[in-house]
């Protein structure tokens, strides 16, 4: 993967590389290879590989998170769900059989939970995802074989399974870590999480909500 924040970077970036795998016998292929351009507005790239326009994509999957041109973790946060529900329903009779409590529940985080929150720490969460992520906790805790058609409460249900909500900590909890160890770096990774481009002025007047920064959970829980 070639991150650039300029176009004419990138394809001096994909010409070297061709040029250096073609010293060791290697090609690229271009029916594989997509593009994509990261933005508020989204907008098409130009890349050229073999006098072939490279395909632009809307999203993509790399190293299973998938990627969205406008730089948003909703898709992902939504596929994780479907995915960790799914690993819920392949062992429903193990989390809902008459095991112990506490040992159930430490299955749900170890199999579930790991599968809802692969790559959590990159996320950069909005109310709507905050949302999505509490109700897929709860959805988890009613497996005390508890109706929804019971109309119990959210307090209520975790009051029996004795816990709190904790989805959004855990996640906060990753994401100091991850960013802790970006933040030593001086690379183009440190420069987008923290917003800053050399050279370039961050824009305050534009009109509408802002976009939600990485950094934006841990400033407003911590400080």
């Not at 593009?35 to 507005?41: C, K």
């Not at 392949?90 to 170890?110: A, D, N, P, Q, Y």
Request: aromatic share 6%; with cysteine.
């Amino acid at each position: 993967m070639l991150l650039a924040k300029e176009e004419k970077v990138l394809q001096d970036m994909i010409d070297k590389l061709i040029e250096i795998g073609r010293c060791y016998g290697m090609e690229i292929n271009v029916g594989k290879t997509k593009v994509m351009g990261i933005s508020r507005q989204p907008f098409p790239v130009e890349m050229i590989i073999d006098q072939k326009q490279l395909e632009n994509v809307e999203s993509f999957k790399y190293l299973g998170s998938i990627l969205t041109n406008r730089g948003r973790c909703t898709c992902e946060i939504k596929c994780r769900i479907v995915m960790a529900k799914a690993a819920f329903n392949k062992k429903r009779t193990l989390f809902t059989s008459t095991l112990g409590l506490e040992l159930r529940k430490k299955l749900v985080k170890c199999y579930v939970w790991s599968t809802a929150l692969y790559g959590a720490e990159t996320w950069t969460l909005r109310a709507v995802d905050q949302k999505h992520l509490e109700s897929f906790e709860m959805w988890c805790w009613r497996m005390e074989k508890i109706s929804w058609t019971d109309h119990v409460r959210n307090e209520d249900v975790l009051l029996r399974v004795k816990e709190q909500r904790n989805t959004l900590h855990v996640i906060l909890k990753r994401k100091a870590k991850w960013i802790d160890h970006i933040l030593r770096r001086n690379c183009l990774l440190q420069r987008v999480t923290e917003g800053k481009i050399q050279g370039e002025i961050e824009v305050t007047g534009r009109q509408g909500r802002r976009h939600r920064k990485l950094l934006g959970d841990p400033k407003e829980r911590r400080g």
